[in-house]
């Protein structure tokens, strides 16, 4: 039986009393719903978005290319049309600060409301700086602020889903950020299609931090902590051990966080393979892949690719409640003791970044040695 102290033994509750919860309104219900969902789609568009721009901001800053809109750039038949810089660059720029985010956030108070300002802050200047870059590192800087926005706001958001007695959260969430790649995707092609410049797409495109920001600070109805048996222990010091205390302000040690940590690799290590073969593919090859003479060019072709992809993106992270399928292994995590849910679901969004890091590494040698073939091949 755990204990609090040496005089004072603490009721740990069992998981059946720990998922009750009491019956919610219907309209605080899906206020919430809906709140998720918009914050899965704004705090992933941004990092969809440098992705799927992701040849235009190589293309625009590259020495070798006279256009950025992909035409009129190969000179000789016998080479392929590349840029001088694999897009699996923008890829690590766009995931590295995310993946070192992931890391350090889990150990750290949830500060949820300074969080989430940051996060906002981060994503508009991400926008303005890839928009108005005349040299390529002002672009890549812009990308790595969408980046660190990005995965400061899935740890927190994450985290903050264990306050919520509603765990639905957790699929509107999902489905949110499949739908932040069709749309962000989506978007961005439709816009450069109609016309606009890359440049003032991202300008546009500011009105997601905006969505988000309403989201968190006007749709969603903030738990009480009080009054969230998911979130919370018995405070040994109440007579009858009902008092409960925040389990946001009854930290781990680092150390305990750490021994947290091996029991969630069965979880990590198949979800960090999956992504670093879809990244692999998405950011390694797909650039590569173009046919001649064709309706769009080059640039254009890269983009729809992009919204091709992330349309599978969006129905897949869209069907949890919809196709039910017993002991899923990623649902596992759910299973994690209640106290260390916080962390745990935090802790394993790592997996996915570290999949992507890998990819866009040996994206680039790839990217390379495919350039150097000749064409024909």
């Given at each position: 039986?755990?204990?609090?102290?040496?005089?004072?033994?603490?009721?740990?509750?069992?998981?059946?009393?720990?998922?009750?919860?009491?019956?919610?309104?219907?309209?605080?219900?899906?206020?919430?719903?809906?709140?998720?969902?918009?914050?899965?789609?704004?705090?992933n568009y941004g990092y969809v978005v440098m992705l799927s721009a992701a040849h235009d901001i190589l293309a625009q800053h590259d020495p070798n290319r006279h256009s950025q809109d992909g035409s009129g750039l190969v000179t000789d038949p016998g080479k392929?049309?590349?840029?001088?810089?694999?897009?699996?660059?923008?890829?690590?720029?766009?995931?590295?600060?995310?993946l070192l985010t992931?890391?350090?956030?889990?150990?750290?108070?949830?500060?949820?409301?300074?969080?989430?300002?940051?996060?906002?802050?981060?994503?508009?200047?991400?926008?303005?700086?890839?928009?108005?870059?005349?040299?390529?590192?002002?672009?890549?800087?812009g990308v790595v602020c969408t980046a660190f926005s990005s995965g400061l706001g899935e740890a927190t958001l994450l985290s903050y889903m264990a306050f919520f007695k509603n765990k639905n959260v957790i699929s509107t969430w999902s489905?949110?950020?499949?739908?932040?790649?069709?749309?962000?995707?989506?978007?961005?092609?439709?816009?450069?299609?109609?016309?606009?410049?890359?440049?003032?797409?991202?300008?546009?495109?500011?009105?997601?931090?905006?969505?988000?920001?309403?989201?968190?600070w006007v749709i969603l109805e903030r738990p009480q902590l009080e009054d969230c048996e998911s979130s919370t222990l018995p405070d040994s010091n109440s007579p009858d051990n009902e008092e409960r205390v925040p389990l946001a302000f009854t930290n781990d040690s680092f150390s305990e966080k750490l021994k947290s940590i091996p029991p969630l690799f069965k979880y990590m290590i198949p979800l960090g393979l999956v992504y670093f073969f879809e990244y692999f593919i998405n950011q390694g090859l797909f650039e590569l892949i173009y046919f001649d003479n064709i309706f769009i060019n080059h640039a254009e072709q890269y983009r729809w690719y992009q919204v091709d992809y992330q349309i599978g993106v969006f129905i897949s992270r869209s069907s949890?409640?919809?196709?039910?399928i017993n002991a899923i292994w990623l649902l596992a995590i759910l299973q994690v003791v209640p106290e260390k849910r916080e962390f745990s679901m935090a802790i394993t969004s790592l997996a996915d970044a570290l999949g992507i890091t890998i990819a866009g590494f040996l994206a680039m040698p790839a990217h390379n040695y495919i350039c150097g073939l000749p064409r024909h091949l």
């Amino acid at each position: 039986m755990p204990v609090a102290s040496d005089q004072m033994p603490v009721r740990v509750p069992e998981e059946a009393e720990y998922l009750e919860e009491q019956e919610e309104p219907e309209s605080g219900r899906w206020r919430n719903l809906i709140a998720f969902w918009l914050l899965g789609l704004c705090n992933n568009y941004g990092y969809v978005v440098m992705l799927s721009a992701a040849h235009d901001i190589l293309a625009q800053h590259d020495p070798n290319r006279h256009s950025q809109d992909g035409s009129g750039l190969v000179t000789d038949p016998g080479k392929r049309d590349c840029n001088y810089m694999s897009t699996g660059a923008i890829l690590l720029a766009d995931i590295i600060p995310s993946l070192l985010t992931k890391t350090v956030a889990p150990f750290f108070p949830l500060w949820v409301h300074f969080r989430m300002f940051l996060i906002i802050l981060l994503s508009c200047l991400g926008f303005i700086l890839v928009g108005a870059s005349e040299v390529q590192w002002v672009a890549i800087l812009g990308v790595v602020c969408t980046a660190f926005s990005s995965g400061l706001g899935e740890a927190t958001l994450l985290s903050y889903m264990a306050f919520f007695k509603n765990k639905n959260v957790i699929s509107t969430w999902s489905s949110g950020t499949g739908g932040a790649g069709f749309f962000g995707s989506l978007s961005y092609a439709s816009l450069t299609a109609l016309g606009l410049s890359p440049s003032t797409t991202l300008y546009v495109l500011l009105v997601v931090p905006a969505l988000m920001s309403f989201s968190f600070w006007v749709i969603l109805e903030r738990p009480q902590l009080e009054d969230c048996e998911s979130s919370t222990l018995p405070d040994s010091n109440s007579p009858d051990n009902e008092e409960r205390v925040p389990l946001a302000f009854t930290n781990d040690s680092f150390s305990e966080k750490l021994k947290s940590i091996p029991p969630l690799f069965k979880y990590m290590i198949p979800l960090g393979l999956v992504y670093f073969f879809e990244y692999f593919i998405n950011q390694g090859l797909f650039e590569l892949i173009y046919f001649d003479n064709i309706f769009i060019n080059h640039a254009e072709q890269y983009r729809w690719y992009q919204v091709d992809y992330q349309i599978g993106v969006f129905i897949s992270r869209s069907s949890i409640n919809l196709l039910q399928i017993n002991a899923i292994w990623l649902l596992a995590i759910l299973q994690v003791v209640p106290e260390k849910r916080e962390f745990s679901m935090a802790i394993t969004s790592l997996a996915d970044a570290l999949g992507i890091t890998i990819a866009g590494f040996l994206a680039m040698p790839a990217h390379n040695y495919i350039c150097g073939l000749p064409r024909h091949l």
